[in-house]
């Protein structure tokens, strides 16, 4: 997919596609919510399943870590599903206060359906729609500011004083 595509999907917000194993799922255009959102999901994953010592049997390793695997379920329904909208309707609210939370609903849908190699490889896919690198690339941006704005000796330097004998 070239930079123009990918421009043009965003900007007229086509809808677009991920193939998990043999289902289609609608993916959200990726936003800043959405890309918050789905850190906070990543944070809760315990460090354990991603260290794997040299001395550990693989097939052990994959068993005893298999019970953190759902947060991963959680992140790719989180991409697919997006930020949920922050106002939502009154219709909304009262479907959401009677139904399971949508996200925990597909979370669930994924981990019985697909194996664990289809989720990794599409949580890779999804995670590239995410614009990480415009997401870094921005930060950035955010702390060079932080790192030129004036400290606070300066900004008393650069306050002119009252005129006056």
């Known amino acids: 997919m070239t930079a ?3 421009t ?5 917000q ?3 596609t991920v193939t998990i194993g043999n289902k289609t799922y609608q993916v959200s255009p ?3 919510a959405t890309l918050m959102l789905v ?3 990543l944070s809760l994953i315990p460090q354990e399943l991603f260290s794997v010592s040299k001395e550990d049997d693989v097939t052990l390793h994959a068993l005893r870590s298999a019970r953190h ?3 991963l379920a959680r ?3 989180r991409i697919i599903l997006g930020a949920p909208t922050p106002f939502p309707s009154l219709l909304e609210r009262i479907l959401n206060a009677v139904r399971p939370d949508p996200m925990e609903r597909l979370a669930k849908r994924l981990s019985v359906d697909h194996s664990p190699r289809e989720l990794a490889l599409a949580f890779v896919e999804l995670a590239q729609r995410l614009e990480v690198g415009d997401f870094f690339a921005f930060t950035a ?3 060079a500011l932080r790192i030129t704005a004036p400290t606070q000796e300066e900004k008393a330097v650069m306050t002119p004083t009252a005129p006056g004998h």
Not at 8 to 12: I, K, N, P, V
Request: aromatic content about 4%; cysteine-free.
């Open 75 to 77: 992140a790719i329904a």
């Open 14 to 16: 086509r809808p677009q």
């Open 69 to 71: 695997a759902h947060g």
């Open 39 to 41: 850190s906070e999901e």
């Open 4 to 6: 123009e595509t990918k």
């Open 8 to 12: 043009s999907d965003a900007l007229l």
């Open 30 to 32: 990726p936003s800043l």
């Open 141 to 143: 941006f955010l702390s």
